[in-house]
């Protein structure tokens, strides 16, 4: 098995920045230059949006970084110990050990498994201190490869996961599921209170594991039995049901959805992200063993529903507006891959096929084969195959959109009622906006149903029968009877305004979905301009060119932030930090490529100057759009769809101006908007 860390690969002592972000670039050159991974901008930019997910610092002056990536070739180490320590985000402070595990998208089993033992031996002081006190690269390698080969001169203490197995316990694999067993009072002969337990990362490498011993560690001192089910990349296996049965409440450390939650229904809960499994693991547990003892308790629902979210974000003050939006945005999110891929697909129909290729399409995909070709050959043929996908792709927009917005509000029993209902509201043709009422009615009528106490025989029937029936006739039969047609009759008056629109009322269209896109980059107020977009794509056409028109508009001022963010970096280097410019650099083909979150680095770091320059920017440019009439068949790709842009050169040339202006703004407000703080600027490390 290929090596997992070499000397090369070690850095000691050494001062690689004072953030996150030049630590994990610099670890990730190191990786490429090992030939370990075939680009560090790749690399580095999985294993920083790994990072924005959840810090990856944890207790004792550790973080781990890392990601899987396509850009990774075999699996690897990197390991820093720094001087100074740099803020990962640990409730305790900064780090200095840092180790950078990068995967390939395909890693095998036993290499992952390897990963996450090292991952495991973090939480062990003796190990750590070893690492700290090490002389050499040679050294760290040594005691790195002794920790995954379980030498005890790496780290003498037994590993919580090869605690003996409870008297409650089940069969289990080690690697899948972690126990820790309490002492059967001998006056009595009752046993110790049983918890179970699952943990899950988005990567699945490290924190699932790290929090899985940290549990299992805290449960041992506290005498009590726990079995951990880690949902990691490495592999899983389940609880056994009997274990689940015996225990008086449950830990959910999770990042991402649990696997078969199902099988916890009824238990008390205790849920929270997975790495306050690692930080206060012994909260956890006395959180849970309190929950055991308390009959109204949060108890995990009996049809999966994801409850226990909602629940905790009304506990802390979420109100309506806040759940609408999570649910809209939800909604919008899952849609996009549907218009992204017809819309495309459509484009190219059109590219191959030409305008006409609408009115033959279906005729022409039934009648012909590749041995029996239309008038006009193959290029027509495969144009009609092409739009036809795309066509059937983009029917799938409104329910989609409609099923996840249920979805988000009453997780897998909501998304069949949404579905229908988003069918229903295509059906009257409410469109877009049919599709947002019927979600929000689905949701939350399956939501409803979902909180009535049933018969336990009947428990097993909700999710899958009681729930997508009942809450299908409510939610699709008010579409049907009172909802559909006033909502259709606004979608008529809205479509026909906007094909009306010319002159200067197009101008001042393109100017208000300029500044929605620059607002928030990606965010609430984005979304809903790029979803009105979407929404209309499938209604133009050769003689109502208002929504490609629209379309075109929404996409080339979304590409300005990053874009001029990047420009700006290149005039005035001084104004950024060390980390900026090198997000510039990447900014770029982000927003070459219509990612307007390319810019969210600098927003976050001086919001007041880079997100109104941002705004000017994107309103020059969809108003330019408007004006000229420039077009796009394309929901997405920016640049590199050029061949489903009407007027490229204009399309072009409105960015360029739009880019210009933002960046000239934001560098005049960076040097006279505001006295600049001599902390502004990072010094780059000697060593970087």
Not at 582 to 587: I, L, P, S, T
Not at 612 to 638: D, E, R
Request: hydrophobic residues 50%; contains cysteine.
């Amino acid at each position: 098995m290929t090596q997992l860390i070499t000397t090369e690969l070690v850095e000691l002592d050494q001062n690689l920045g004072n953030s996150p972000e030049t630590v994990i670039r610099h670890l990730a050159s190191k990786v490429a230059a090992t030939g370990r991974a075939s680009e560090v901008e790749g690399l580095f930019a999985d294993a920083f949006a790994r990072e924005q997910k959840t810090a990856t610092g944890i207790p004792g002056g550790i973080a781990i970084p890392h990601c899987r990536s396509a850009a990774v070739t075999e699996p690897t180490l990197a390991m820093a110990r720094l001087a100074p320590k740099v803020d990962f985000g640990a409730k305790d402070g900064p780090a200095d050990l840092i180790f950078f595990i990068a995967a390939p998208d395909g890693a095998d089993q036993a290499h992952l498994k390897l990963l996450s033992k090292l991952a495991r031996s973090l939480i062990k002081k003796d190990f750590t201190a070893s690492l700290r006190s090490a002389s050499s690269p040679e050294e760290i390698v040594e005691l790195v490869e002794g920790a995954l080969a379980d030498k005890p001169a790496a780290h003498a203490a037994a590993a919580p996961a090869e605690a003996a197995v409870g008297a409650s316990a089940g069969p289990a694999s080690a690697s899948t599921v972690t126990t820790a067993s309490g002492s059967a009072d001998p006056a009595t002969g009752s046993g110790p209170k049983r918890l179970v337990a699952v943990t899950a990362c988005p990567t699945g490498i490290a924190h699932t594991y790290m929090a899985a011993d940290s549990l299992v560690l805290a449960a041992q001192e506290a005498g009590v039995d726990l079995q951990v089910e880690t949902q990691g990349s490495s592999g899983a296996k389940a609880l056994d049901p009997a274990v689940i049965a015996a225990a008086d409440a449950v830990i959910f450390a999770v990042d991402v959805d649990v696997r078969g939650k199902e099988r916890f229904a009824g238990k008390p809960v205790i849920n929270a992200p997975v790495k306050r499994g690692i930080d206060e693991p012994a909260k956890m547990v006395q959180e849970a063993l309190a929950a055991a003892s308390d009959p109204n308790a949060r108890r995990v629902p009996h049809f999966g529903a994801e409850e226990q979210a909602e629940q905790a974000a009304t506990e802390k003050g979420e109100h309506i507006g806040q759940k609408l939006k999570r649910a809209l945005l939800t909604g919008v999110s899952y849609m996009i891959p549907f218009v992204a891929g017809g819309g495309l697909l459509i484009a190219l129909g059109f590219l191959l096929g030409g305008y006409n290729i609408t009115s033959v399409a279906d005729k022409v995909v039934l009648a012909n084969n590749f041995g029996n070709l239309p008038e006009g050959g193959l290029a027509i043929y495969l144009g009609a195959v092409l739009f036809k996908i795309g066509a059937l792709s983009m029917g799938f927009l409104v329910p989609a959109l409609a099923g996840y917005i249920a979805y988000a509000i009453a997780d897998r029993p909501g998304i069949a009622p949404g579905f229908v209902a988003g069918a229903v509201s295509g059906f009257m043709g409410a469109g877009f906006l049919g599709g947002i009422v019927g979600g929000l009615l689905a949701g939350y009528v399956a939501h409803l149903i979902g909180t009535w106490q049933v018969p336990r025989w009947l428990r097993g029937l909700m999710p899958v029968v009681i729930i997508p029936l009942l809450a299908s006739i409510v939610a699709s039969g008010l579409m049907f009877l009172v909802l559909g047609g006033p909502i259709a009759g606004l979608t008529t008056a809205l479509n026909g305004w906007l094909s009306g629109m010319t002159g200067a009322s197009a101008v001042v269209l393109g100017i208000i979905l300029g500044l929605m896109m620059c607002f928030d980059l990606g965010g609430p107020v984005n979304k809903v301009a790029y979803a009105f977009a979407v929404a209309g794509l499938s209604a133009g056409s050769a003689s109502n060119q208002a929504p490609w028109q629209i379309m075109a508009t929404v996409m080339a001022a979304g590409m300005v932030p990053p874009l001029a963010m990047a420009l700006a970096t290149v005039l005035d280097r001084k104004l950024f930090s060390l980390a900026e410019r090198e997000n510039g650099k990447a900014a770029w083909l982000l927003g070459a490529s219509f990612i307007s979150e390319g810019a969210i680095p600098f927003a976050a770091a001086d919001p007041l100057r880079v997100i109104p320059a941002s705004m000017l920017g994107g309103a020059l440019t969809g108003a330019l759009c408007m004006a000229f009439g420039v077009t796009s068949q394309a929901p997405h790709g920016g640049i590199f769809v050029f061949f489903a842009i009407g007027n490229l050169l204009m399309f072009v040339l409105s960015i360029i101006a739009g880019t210009i202006v933002s960046a000239l703004a934001v560098v005049a407000l960076k040097r006279w908007a505001a006295p600049k703080s001599a902390a502004t600027v990072e010094k780059v490390p000697a060593t970087v």
